[in-house]
Structure formats: C-alpha cells, structure tokens
C-alpha cells in the first residue's frame, strides 16, 4: 500500500506538486491521470525516493520514505520514466545486474528471471544483447528488471508510451495480472481510454492538486456526464495536454 | 561493500565489450606515449651522434690566402668545400649552415703578427647548425691560440703570461643525471596514459548512464549513491591502473633500446624502477580516475563530457612544465604535492638518485589524501537530485 499526504515539491518559483494526498490499495490498479505537466512524474519521483519532497510524506507498507529510503526501495518495483537499457548486455543480463543489486541469491534470481521472461514472452530476446531493440522489448525488458524482486507495490510512470497496439494490449494484461496476485498497482498515464479500462481507482492531477480521487464510476457520476472524456474535461477545466 | 563490487563488476564486464574502450585502454593509451618518446629521444640522440662523429663540411670563400689555416682544418676533420657565390645569402636561406670567409689581407696581418681576421657567416636561430657553428668556432679558437704561445715562446716568453686563469671545468652530473634532463618528460606520459586509460569509463559510467537514461532506473535500486560511486570509480581505476601497467612495462622494454650510453648516461629502468613508479603512481591514478568522474558528472552529455575531460588534460602537464621552466631544487615538500611528487619521484628513481621510503610515503599519503577529498566532492555532487535526472 503507498499513501500520499499532502506532498510538495517547487522549482525555483514554479510548484510543480502542491499538496498532493492519495492511497493506492493492495489488489487495486490505481491510475494517476492529467494533463502533460501536470507533475505526475515528479509525484512519482517523490513516491520512489529519487526526489526529496519539500513538505509532505510517503508512507510505503507503512514505512516513511524520508526516513527508511533504502527499505522503501526494496519494496517498490518502479518502471520509470528514464528506461534505458545497457546496450552491450544482454535483456537477461540487464535483468541480472538490477536482481543482484537488489541483493537477491543466485538460486532466486535465476527462478525470478526465468518466470518474468516466459510472463512477459520474452524468451526469444532474453540473450540477445539489447542494442536494437524495439520501444516494446526495452520496455519488457525495464519491467522485468523493474519487478525482478517481486515487489508488493509496483510504480509505472506512463507504461504505455510509445508502445504500439499490440504491446498495449499485453500491457494492460500484465497489469491485471499484477493487481490479481494482490500487489499494489500505480501508474501515471494522460490517456484516458486506458486509464478508464483499468483503473479501480482514478486520481486525476492538474496544476500539482488533486481534483479528483474516485472510481470511475462514482467520476461519471459526480460529474453528471455519460463519458468519462467529458468527465475529464470537466473536472480539469480544459482539453489540454489530454489525449483519447 | 557488496553492492559496490556488484556495480564495478558490471562495468568492468559491459566496457571489456566496448572495442574502442579497450583499444584505448589496452593499446592505445599504454604504448602509444612511450613508443613516440622513444622515437624522438632516438632520433635527437642519432643525430647527435652523427654530428659528432661526422666530418665537418666548412665551405671556404678566399681559402688560398691562408693555405696553413686550411691544413690545420682539415687535419681536425674539417671538409673544405668551395663557398657559394653570396655566402650571405646562402646562409639565410638555409642552403649552408655556416661559410667561412678569409679576407685578402689575412696572409699581410699575419705575417706581420698583427690580429689577422676571418668572418664565420652563420644564422643563430638555425638550430641546426649550432653544433656544426661552435664546431668551427672552437677549432678556430685553438688554432689561434696554439700560433700565439709559439709566437712567445719565439720571443723567449712562457705563455702562461697571457693567461694569468685557468678553468678547469669538473662537470659533477653522473650519467643517469645527464639523461634524466632528457627524460623529464617522460613521468607526464604515465600520467597521461593513466588519464586516457580511464577516460572512456568516467564519462561511460556518468554522463553516459544519464544520456542513454539509465541512471535514474539504477537509482531506484536499494542501493546508496556512494556505493553505487565506489564501484563505478573503483571500475574507472582498474582501466587506468591498467593502461598505467602496460605502459610502465612497454617503457621499461623500449628503454632498453635506446641508445643514451653513447652520449655518456644511462638509465635505471629495471623492475625496482618499474615497481617503485607504480607505488607511487597508484594514489595518483584514483586522484585523475575521481577528478575525471566528477567532471563527466557535471555533464549532461557523452559529447559535453569529452570536452571537459578533454580541458582537464592539460591538468598533469603543469607541474611539468614549470619545472622545466623554473629548475627547482629537489626539497622534500614537493614529494607532499599530488602531481609535483610524482613527477620528482620518477624523475629521480630513472636518474638513479636516492628517494628515501619517507619520501615516498609522503608521496603515496598525499595523493591518496587528495583523492579522498576528491572523492567527497564527487559523493555531494552524486547525492544531489539533479544528478539523476536524465531529462
């Protein structure tokens, strides 16, 4: 489980997160949604540590980031927005290196890594030597080595980007698979489509505050509009930076 | 510990298959500085020789007004040769480096056993020519001065009257002292290969990680900054120390060929010699593999890297250069400053002075101090939120 209270985070004078508060639940898929600059990444990046945030906490299992990074860590599997790879390794052997940094033994790491390439179909890639890889293999790839530790909370930040309608496809199915064994599912997107199809719960940031924390359900409701398109455009006020 | 051997291993292990990493470090770096010293030191020292030993060509305008001058040259080695028509000319063109003239009046002054003069054309700033100008000259001055003292002695004088002082000239400088001036270049080519050695893996490690966006996903690992830092600088040493070996043994293999005894030195390059430098050189190659990370760190790209890196280049060659300049006395503090220690150490170890293991554990504390603090440095700037962010 990660809660969120009340976060922020400025840029010289720009407040890029201004009091953001939420909780994404186990079992649960929670999408965090907005507009480009909207400061879904930088709440991310205060979620997962690489970020100190100005005022505000994030609690992880219960476990403060400000005070136990390192533990936090360990119990978040985080798809970045940055999710190069290193070209003169193999996908397995970029896997490896994150498995043993992650302080895992050899026997673990070996079963973890079979399971996550035959999970994420990678098989026919796993020793290739990543230099030329499709946006959808890297991005198999940094997933795997993202969750190679089999952690409880999982962060991506817009999984789907740049990936085509087949690499979607799968996914958002690996993303059900991974609310189904009961983890902890947040990731960021601006795509409402994709948001609406998945999420349990829906969080929607615009300007760094939350305007919005419901199902998708209750969302069309509260807003009185049949879409969850209109939805949107109402409660951020604008069709900016948003995208079907 | 762990985590930062699991960081060094990994480096160490995807920058063996960069092709161009390890020609650089492995080939490049360690044999390309000595085998360009070796060549040069080779041919100034061949020259020398030939210039010496060689017969001296003196074209010669108005030689039949002084046929016993003539003789007397030639005796000495001197190669009589017709002067070219303007000798002036000739001279500044470079088409001669030095002729000699003997005006018509010559044979009348001497006979008269007045000052009788001849004209050695020659241009200073042809550097080529020095040897063959003071050549000459000295032959001229000893013929000169031999004619005098017969000429008193003629006279029933003892010559010793016109030379009330002699010098005696008692050089001091041993063999191994007289090529260590030649060599002075020589512990900056160390240093040098140990920075091209490790450069490769200072910007691949940093500013390369953030370019190719990698370094934010190995952030999120539970993991310090610092220990993540010690393994990749740990990675970039073991490059430089590397390049460093391989180039103190080409050295000290190629220095047996060089010809130095025959201009009366020689060289202490054994393996005491071999040993020794990389003792000292050892701190040294961590002070330039942190400094160089801290560079790249502050780059945002490989490209923006490499320009960097390339400007702290000119870093070693300082200590160099002043002593070279400025011809300091070798003093013990000097041993104490990273960079200046290591220059007068190797300097001296290859000149065969003394070094006292005080001094070199001077040497070897200093540097490794400075690399601590470099170190640091480089931890601050590694823990700062802008470093990991490749955007």
């Known amino acids: ?244 | 510990m762990k985590s930062s051997l699991i960081v060094f291993w990994k480096e160490i292990r995807e920058n063996l298959r960069d092709r161009r990493t390890v020609i650089n470090t492995l080939l490049t770096g360690p044999l390309f500085a000595p085998l360009v010293f070796v060549l040069i030191i080779n041919t100034a020292v061949t020259r020398e020789i030939d210039k010496a030993e060689q017969p001296l060509p003196v074209p010669v305008a108005g030689a039949a007004n002084a046929p016993n001058l003539i003789a007397e040259l030639k005796q000495h080695g001197a190669l009589i040769k017709d002067a070219p028509a303007d000798p002036e000319h000739a001279v500044r063109e470079g088409d001669a480096d030095l002729v000699l003239r003997i005006p018509a009046d010559y044979a009348d002054a001497w006979r008269k056993g007045e000052s009788a003069q001849v004209e050695l054309i020659y241009d200073q700033s042809q550097r080529d020519a020095q040897a063959s100008v003071s050549r000459l000259e000295s032959l001229l001055e000893s013929y000169g001065q031999r004619t005098g003292a017969l000429r008193l002695i003629a006279r029933g004088i003892s010559p010793a009257v016109t030379r009330p002082l002699v010098v005696a000239a008692r050089d001091q400088s041993t063999a191994q002292a007289r090529s260590g001036t030649m060599f002075g270049m020589l512990p900056y080519f160390f240093i040098l290969g140990a920075f091209i050695g490790g450069m490769a893996l200072a910007i691949d490690t940093t500013a390369g990680e953030r370019e190719r966006q990698s370094l934010e996903p190995l952030l999120v690992n539970p993991v310090s900054r610092g220990k993540i830092l010690i393994g990749k600088l740990g990675a970039t040493s073991a490059f430089a120390v590397t390049t460093l070996l391989l180039s103190i043994i080409a050295f000290s293999i190629a220095g047996q060929f060089l010809p130095v005894e025959k201009l009366g030195m020689s060289l202490e390059i054994g393996p005491r010699f071999a040993l020794l430098t990389l003792f000292v050189m050892l701190p040294l190659v961590v002070v330039l593999a942190t400094l160089q990370t801290l560079a790249a760190a502050f780059a945002k790209s490989f490209r923006e890297a490499q320009t960097y890196l390339s400007l702290l280049m000119f870093v070693p060659v300082i200590p160099t250069l002043l002593m070279s300049v400025f011809p300091l006395k070798t003093q013990t503090w000097m041993y104490a400053v990273p960079l200046m220690g290591q220059q007068v150490a190797i300097m001296r170890l290859m000149r065969g002075d003394p070094v006292t293991p005080a001094q070199f554990g001077l040497c070897f504390a200093c540097s490794a101090v400075a690399a601590f603090f470099i170190y640091l440095i480089t931890a601050q700037v590694y823990r700062s939120e802008r470093l990991a962010i490749s955007a």
């Open chain 1, 1 to 244: 489980m990660i809660e969120v209270k009340d976060l922020r985070k400025a840029f010289g004078a720009v407040k890029a997160v201004d009091g953001v508060s939420f909780v994404a639940r186990d079992g649960e898929i929670t999408g965090l949604l907005g507009p480009n600059g909207a400061g879904k990444t930088t709440t991310l990046r205060m979620l997962y540590t690489l970020m100190r945030p100005d005022a505000g906490h994030v609690l992880v299992d219960g476990i403060d980031a400000a005070v136990d990074p390192l533990a936090v860590r360990r119990r978040l599997g985080v798809l970045p927005d940055a999710r190069g790879l290193y070209k003169r390794l193999s996908a397995r052997e970029n896997i490896e290196y994150f498995a043993r940094l992650q302080g895992l033994d050899a026997p673990t790491r070996r079963s973890r890594i079979d399971a996550l390439i035959a999970a994420l179909d990678m098989a026919d890639i796993a020793d290739r030597h990543t230099e030329g890889f499709s946006q959808g293999q890297r991005v198999k790839t940094a997933i795997a080595r993202a969750l190679v530790h089999d952690p409880r909370n999982v962060i991506l930040d817009e999984p789907t980007n740049g990936l085509d309608v087949m690499a979607t496809r799968s996914m958002r199915a690996f993303m059900r698979k991974l609310k189904d064994d009961g983890r902890c599912v947040l990731f960021s997107s601006h795509i409402m489509q994709e948001v609406g199809a998945l999420c349990d719960r829906i969080v929607v940031i615009a300007h760094g505050r939350v305007v919005a924390d419901e199902s998708p359900d209750a969302l069309r409701a509260q807003t009185g509009t049949a879409s969850l398109e209109d939805a949107f455009v109402k409660i951020i006020g604008s069709e900016e930076g948003l995208a079907a």
